[in-house]
């Protein structure tokens, strides 16, 4: 089951935006997501993720700023993005994660990306 990324945009340092991560599949309840972002010349890095449960966990850099969230009822996970500076520029994309309490250890499932959604921050 595919995740597509989708809310990308460009805003201003200190705006907000918010992504969504869509799913088909009348299983998405049972996995948790993840959403990454890489910069360009830089590695993928898990900024968010949340369990099939209520367990969510984030990266330092986003602490306080993003909260992500799922509604099992549309098969989307959002990242809400607040406060955003120019460091948050970057693609962003939402993929099934091996989900740990610490955003260290949690790994995506598989290694398909898709396209994601860029989202790009001016100072």
């Known amino acids: 089951v595919q995740l597509q990324a989708s809310g990308g945009g460009l805003v201003q340092a200190g705006g907000s935006l918010r992504l969504s991560c869509a799913a088909s599949?009348?299983?998405?309840?049972?996995?948790?997501v993840g959403w990454f972002r890489q910069a360009p010349g830089k590695q993928r890095e898990l900024v968010a993720a949340?369990?099939?449960?209520?367990?969510?966990n984030y990266a330092d850099s986003v602490k306080r700023r993003f909260t992500i969230s799922r509604d099992n009822a549309k098969n989307t996970v959002y990242l809400q993005m607040n406060s955003l500076k120019p460091e948050d520029t970057a693609v962003y994309y939402c993929?099934?994660?091996?989900?740990?309490?610490?955003?260290?250890?949690?790994?995506?499932?598989?290694?398909?990306w898709g396209q994601g959604t860029q989202v790009t921050v001016s100072s």
């Open positions: 599949g009348s299983t998405f309840s049972s996995y948790s």
């Open positions: 993929n099934y994660v091996w989900f740990r309490a610490s955003n260290y250890y949690t790994r995506p499932i598989n290694d398909y």
């Open positions: 949340i369990s099939s449960g209520v367990g969510t």
